[in-house]
């Protein structure tokens, strides 16, 4: 039975082809998933391991509200440093600053690209230091900068030159003194370093006398689990202390945690193309056991049962799915480089040291592969079992079929493909002919364009949500902001955020009326298990910008907020049972537990205001916060935006250029074109699956042609030319 599948497999080597491309397609974007997946990991993980080495004991803010919810405010101060260093068992300690700034050259051209951050670092003793300098050396004021080797290449910058770094506070220009590379070499991507004295990267990130990290080092004879365990004794539980071992396992823990959405995202496309596969294998293999009805039959008549013809498909389904899997994940971690350059076009660029293929990739890629093939082929080798001895002594013989299935599944395809097929009859015979094969064969029609009409289905759907989504915000900014100009941040991420140091600046601009900050941050009600999201806003300015459509409440409802008060939205109150003049106790991201009392209910369809909107002195003091996320400006009366907005342009690019200003209009272009963006990415990938369908097209024609050899010798006999033939597989 072998021997016969074997032979049989090998005399079908074109079929063999097409069927195994369609499911190599598929597996080769699961196998690049995954390669690209855990070589990000395993890059990211290596950063932590250098960034954690000579460190004995780590402290770090602690994540009241789980790794995604970022304090704003560190609670390591001086304070905490100075009770460190009197802890017995440390031999040093210091404290360190790592966090996001923008970068700059000195024409205001910002120096990394895309969504990749850059990160302003101080310098560290020798024993914490993770970066060496191989050109120059470190600050040693505050007029000066270390630049990471990478962003120096990209923007030709040399010791000796000037660049600009823009934080929480006003950009200040640097002199270059020297070119950084950190640890070994591990790459960043698109990613920056500057490193600053201590006391002015403190400065520059708003967090003067505090600090982002403690790095500590154990005396001789103490471990580093036991001086763990001493500070973790005697320090606030505002604060995490591990081991640097246990830090780095954290830290790649949170990072492979956060970029799981990017596995999920490609996998799903895999399994598109996987679906569509298993519906050209499904086709492929009903039309091979139709044309081998006589072979079947021989086979019956021979004494061959029904389970051994059944084997044999099955057989045949196996070993053209070990086939296509394999060549699928040969092609994975060919393709794993191509997904890599793909995002990085679209501006993704995630370090990638080499390639990681672990087990879990071959046995899962191989696994789907095979078990899709098997599956797929599974119906036609049943139906193959039905195939009569007598069928090996006369041409024609159809396999039996089970009536009441085959018109329930088939009953809407002859219509369709008789309505289709008459908008083509215009053409003539060829054209006649084509409809009524396309009717002859409605399972063939089904199975072959639905693998297409799944491709192009999800490609309408993205489509039609994408064009939905920009309608809805164009309707929500139009409908709710009442103000003139819209400030963010110029970084494409949903975590940039702009200086709280803006709006003050902005206010004085000649032609600005009106200035309100605005803050997003999160809290967790008592007894829940999920985080709710916080708006801050400032409520003796806010209204004057923004029109909110109270439920229960009015613009007055603001003025009370203060230090205790919270506006919720129609959906969350209604999801928590929770009404006007209720109090509520909400965990912070500092720890700290305040109570809030319900003041009125609002129908956001803008989305701008979170499950709880809070006063943004609130958010300052117990949450936190130290940043916005916009400002909403408004101009006097008179004023015109020809002239209000180039000063305010001009103001945010001498002092703050990580900053922009848009216009209602503008603001509804950049999420229209960020949606673009992302809407040609996914088009990227669903071609995948479009690609496949087409294999399968193809494979299905040059399967029927086989099938109808005699069929198109008879035609070809009584006259019909090469022309007609091919008009009308084509008209198919």
Do not use: C
């Not at 912070?588 to 979170?610: C, E, F, Q, W, Y």
């Amino acid at each position: 039975m072998v021997a016969l599948v074997l032979r049989g497999f090998m005399q079908r080597k074109l079929r063999v082809l097409l069927t195994g491309i369609a499911i190599a397609l598929g597996v080769a974007l699961m196998a690049g998933t995954y390669v690209l997946t855990d070589t990000i990991n395993r890059s990211f993980a290596g950063i932590f391991q250098t960034a954690n080495r000579g460190h004995d004991v780590v402290i770090t803010p602690t994540q009241a509200l789980g790794r995604r919810v970022i304090l704003q405010t560190s609670p390591i101060t001086d304070a905490v440093l100075a009770q460190v260093r009197a802890t017995s068992g440390v031999a040093e300690a210091a404290g360190s600053i790592f966090a996001v700034a923008t970068f700059l050259d000195v024409h205001g051209k910002r120096l990394t690209t895309g969504g990749a951050p850059a990160f302003v670092a101080s310098e560290t003793p020798r024993r914490f230091n993770s970066f060496a300098a191989v050109r120059g050396r470190f600050p040693q004021n505050a007029g000066e900068v270390a630049i990471d080797e990478a962003t120096a290449e990209r923007a030709s910058l040399k010791v000796g030159e000037q660049m600009l770094v823009a934080g929480s506070a006003p950009a200040r220009r640097y002199t270059i003194v020297g070119i950084t590379k950190f640890g070994g070499g591990q790459s960043f991507g698109f990613a920056g370093a500057a490193i600053l004295t201590l006391p002015e990267a403190q400065r520059v990130v708003g967090e003067q006398g505090r600090f982002d990290q403690l790095d500590v080092a154990a005396k001789p004879g103490v471990t580093p689990s036991e001086l763990r365990d001493r500070l973790r004794a005697v320090l606030p539980s505002t604060v995490a202390v591990r081991t640097g071992t246990e830090q780095a396992s954290k830290e790649t823990s949170d990072l492979e945690s956060n970029l799981s959405f990017l596995r999920t995202f490609l996998l799903v496309f895999a399994y598109v193309s996987l679906l569509v596969g298993a519906f050209i294998i499904f086709n492929t293999f009903s039309i091979t056991v139709a044309q081998r009805t006589r072979e079947f039959g021989l086979l019956r008549t021979l004494g061959g049962s029904r389970a051994q013809i059944m084997r044999s498909v099955v057989y045949e389904g196996l070993l053209l799915g070990v086939a296509g899997a394999v060549l699928g994940l040969l092609g994975g971690i060919a393709l794993a480089p191509g997904l890599d350059q793909l995002f990085k076009s679209f501006g993704a660029d995630l370090p990638s040291n080499g390639t990681v293929l672990e087990t879990r990739t071959i046995v899962v890629s191989l696994a789907v592969g095979i078990s899709v093939t098997v599956l797929a082929g599974l119906a036609p080798a049943v139906r193959a079992t039905r195939v009569p001895p007598l069928a090996a002594m006369r041409e024609g013989v159809e396999i039996p079929r089970r009536r009441r299935l085959f018109r329930r599944r088939y009953l809407v395809i002859r219509p369709l493909a008789r309505g289709i097929g008459s908008l083509l009859s215009w053409r003539g015979i060829t054209a006649r002919l084509a409809r009524e094969n396309s009717i002859r064969q409605p399972g063939r029609t089904l199975t072959t364009a639905a693998a297409l009409a799944v491709g192009l289905a999800l490609v309408t759907l993205v489509a039609v949500l994408a064009a939905g989504t920009k309608a809805t915000i164009d309707r929500a900014v139009s409908r709710s902001f009442a103000g003139d100009l819209i400030v963010e941040s110029s970084q494409a991420s949903n975590e940039a955020a702009i200086p709280a140091l803006v709006a003050p600046a902005l206010r004085r601009v000649p032609g600005v009326a009106t200035v309100t900050p605005i803050a997003f941050t999160a809290g967790r009600l008592h007894g829940s298990t999920s985080n709710a999201t916080i708006t801050a806003i400032e409520p003796e300015t806010f209204e004057r910008v923004y029109r909110v459509e109270w439920k229960q409440g009015s613009n007055a409802t603001l003025l009370t907020l203060g230090n205790d008060g919270a506006i919720l939205t129609k959906s969350y109150a209604s999801a928590h049972h929770l009404r006007v003049g209720q109090t509520v106790s909400v965990l912070t991201p500092t720890d700290r537990r305040v109570s809030l009392k319900v003041l009125g209910i609002a129908s956001d369809n803008a989305r701008l205001l979170g499950n709880l909107t809070i006063s943004l002195a609130l958010a300052r003091s117990a949450f936190g916060q130290r940043e916005d996320a916009l400002d909403f400006v408004s101009y006097a009366k008179g004023a015109r935006n020809a002239q209000v907005q180039p000063a305010v342009n001009r103001l945010l690019a001498s002092q703050f250029p990580q900053v922009r200003s848009r216009t209602a209009a503008q603001f509804k272009q950049d999420q229209a074109n960020q949606i673009n963006a992302l809407l040609a990415l996914i088009y990227v990938l669903l071609a995948l699956s479009v690609i496949v369908s087409l294999f399968g097209i193809v494979n299905t024609l040059v399967l029927s042609i086989y099938e109808r050899t005699r069929e198109l010798g008879m035609m070809r006999a009584i006259g019909t030319s090469r022309r007609q033939v091919r008009q009308m597989i084509r008209y198919e």
